[in-house]
Structures are given as C-alpha cells and as structure tokens.
C-alpha cells in the first residue's frame, strides 16, 4: 500500500510554454500533498503544501503564479509550471500524506519524479 | 540553526561494514522521526521510521532515537553495495516534515 503515482516521468518542453505535471495517491486518501524541488546534488527544496478544496501554502520565494497548484479530490493533485523557463529545468517531487491513523500516521510517500528541462 | 542536520560528509564504508548516520533537530517537541533513502535520480524512499526513545531495528536497518538529546541515528548493518545512496532524516514538526540535507553513503564491493 501507499503508492503515489507521479506524471509524467520527465518532459522536455519549450521556453515560455506550460509544463503540467499529476501526482496520483493510488490506494490511499491524502488530504495533504507536498511538492519538491530538486537540483542536482542538492537536498529536497518544499515548494508548496497542497491541501485538498483549499488554496495551496507556498514556501518563501516560490512564485505562486508561475507554480499553480490544483489539489482537486483527495487523490489527485496538479503542479503546472507556467511560461516554463531554463532556470526552472529541474526534478520535481510530489508526496502525499496518507488521511487517518495506522500505521501510515504521518508519513509522507513520494511519487517518482518528474525530470523537467527547458530548452 | 537548521530544523534538522545532517553534517557528515560522504560516507564510505567496505562492504560488509556497518553504517553509522546521524542526525539533530531543533524543535524539542517533535515526536515524529523518519529516514528516507534516495537513489541518484530517483525520489525518496521511506525505510525507517520510530516515535519513541531508543532503538527500532527492522531487518539490517536500525534507527535510534534520543529527544533528551535531541538526535536521531540510523545503523546499517552488513552493508550492501545496493545500500549506496543518500540518506534522508526527517523530522515531523510544526504540522509539516522537515528534511535535513542528507548523507551520501558509498558501500565499497
């Protein structure tokens, strides 16, 4: 249990068009997911909480514009990165927080990844 | 000071060896505590996690715990080249998991 289902994979795009990527929770209800940013070599940068019929919280210096983030229903959320540029070429990481109490209590479970490069 | 830290450097160990990682945090009433493993280019995977003091042991992993000191390892027993990898301590506080940067570790064959 606790698969997160992340697309796509990576994605090669065009400066200045839009990048949407989905993050699925697939046996499991989260009412809140994270996304993640990630450079090369570098540690997991929180971009946003998303949390399920609300706005999303984004972390200092994130652009809440240019990262829209939709969390819809208790098992889909959606980064878009709009006007896609080279600096934003990077890997983006979703998780998901299982709803409830057991043994998946506070436990964050990623998705694969998104490897994201702007030309 | 950082909410959770991670200051070894990379750690390499011959195969076979044991593992040490450590890590601190900051907020004294944590109760949550996590040790992700992260292969290059891949995303975080959940291994280890433990709630109370002392040890928890789940196969060769075993995570420590100490909140008077505030300090959270993890051993890694009869290390495996498939064990090289970043690993992740993450700490739950403030409502929201705060990681720290991580410790690569390189298991030598």
């Known amino acids: 249990g606790a698969v997160v289902s992340q697309h796509p994979s990576w994605v090669i795009c065009k400066s200045g068009t839009s990048v949407k990527i989905e993050c699925r929770s697939l046996d499991f209800q989260a009412t809140t997911m994270f996304w993640y940013r990630q450079f090369p070599k570098q540690s997991l940068m929180l971009m946003a909480t998303?949390?399920?019929?609300?706005?999303?919280?984004?972390e200092q210096g994130v652009e809440k514009d240019k990262f829209l983030i939709n969390h819809a229903s208790l098992t889909l959320s959606t980064l878009t990165v709009t006007s896609a540029h080279p600096e934003d070429s990077s890997f983006y990481i979703c998780?998901?927080?299982?709803?409830?109490?057991?043994?998946?209590?506070?436990?964050?479970?990623f998705g694969s990844g998104t490897q994201l490069s702007v030309l | 000071q950082k909410e959770v830290e991670q200051n070894s450097g990379p750690l390499s160990v011959p195969e076979g060896a044991i593992a040490s990682l450590n890590c601190t945090y900051s907020d004294r009433v944590s109760q949550s505590f996590f040790w992700y493993r992260q292969y290059s280019g891949k995303s975080p995977e959940l291994i280890m996690s433990?709630?109370?003091?002392g040890d928890k042991e789940d196969g060769r992993f075993t995570a420590q715990l100490n909140k008077a000191s505030q300090y959270v390892s993890l051993l890694i027993r009869d290390s495996q080249p498939s064990d090289s990898a970043t690993y992740l301590c993450a700490v739950r506080g403030n409502n929201r998991l705060a990681f720290g940067k991580g410790n690569q570790v390189v298991v030598i064959p």
């Open positions: 433990i709630y109370s003091n």
């Open positions: 998780s998901a927080e299982p709803y409830g109490t057991g043994d998946l209590r506070e436990k964050l479970f």
């Open positions: 998303s949390n399920e019929g609300s706005k999303a919280t984004y």
